[in-house]
């Protein structure tokens, strides 16, 4: 009788011990079907939000080539449609009138070319490094708009492509306050820390709703090379006291 009980107790211990077992592979199963399924949704949205970036990427160089084409049609070609003009027209050769003419079409010419030259590629930007980029940009900025450039801590020289990243975001955001904000004065803060290179980019003019605001070519320029550069960063901004961007560049 007592063998009985004891293979009884043997016999349901192992069905319970089968069923736990059972039911514990069962669960591990839905667990890794489960985390399959939110690693290929992750995945999939990393691709969705590459292609996006891509998208975004392309349609951003087409508007600055369009930018370029239309500079170089009205700034550049006028002025040459202008000096042709006078200097194919014989009567005008020797004449006090063309003498005025090319003088001043060609510094306007020379200073247009530089212009756009500087738009495509920073001149001397791998010998200078950002910083003196920055200053040399600033020096040609029209005296209507005080820009500051305040550095804490001695700047550590980054790789060329990330500063040449970090020279267009300043780039971009002056050239919307200079266009949009009405300021009087930017400042751009940089700060070189053991973490990461932080930014702080101000204006003191219009300001801008950034709930309501559409984000337009400028800011998405500036959105896009952030991203790129895995920034974490964050606009501020209040009516009539213009636009903060606070930029956090992590070390790789």
């Known amino acids: 009788m007592e063998i009985n009980i004891t293979l009884t107790f043997f016999v349901a211990s192992v069905l319970v011990l089968a069923l736990m077992v059972g039911f514990s592979l069962l669960a591990y199963r839905v667990f890794m079907n489960r985390l399959l399924k939110e690693k290929q949704l992750q995945y999939q949205k990393e691709i969705a939000y590459q292609k996006k970036l891509l998208q975004q990427n392309i349609e951003i160089q087409e508007k600055e080539r369009e930018r370029i084409a239309v500079l170089l049609h009205d700034e550049v070609g006028n002025k040459l449609n202008v000096l042709s003009i006078w200097l194919t027209n014989p009567e005008a050769w020797g004449t006090d009138r063309l003498k005025e003419v090319v003088s001043k079409q060609f510094p306007s010419l020379i200073e247009s070319t530089r212009t756009i030259s500087h738009r495509l590629y920073p001149v001397n930007f791998e010998a200078f490094g950002l910083i003196l980029s920055l200053e040399n940009l600033i020096h040609n900025i029209d005296d209507s708009l005080a820009v500051n450039l305040i550095i804490k801590h001695v700047y550590n020289p980054r790789e060329l492509a990330f500063e040449v990243q970090v020279y267009r975001i300043v780039q971009e955001f002056l050239s919307n306050v200079l266009k949009h904000s009405g300021a009087s004065q930017f400042d751009i803060h940089i700060k070189d820390e053991k973490y ?57």
């Open 196 to 252: 990461g290179l932080a930014l702080l980019l101000a204006d003191n003019g219009s300001g801008i709703d950034l709930d309501k605001i559409e984000r337009g070519m400028g800011l998405r320029n500036i959105e896009l090379r952030l991203k790129s550069l895995n920034a974490h960063f964050k606009w501020k901004s209040q009516p009539n006291k213009g636009v903060r961007l606070i930029i956090l560049l992590p070390k790789k």
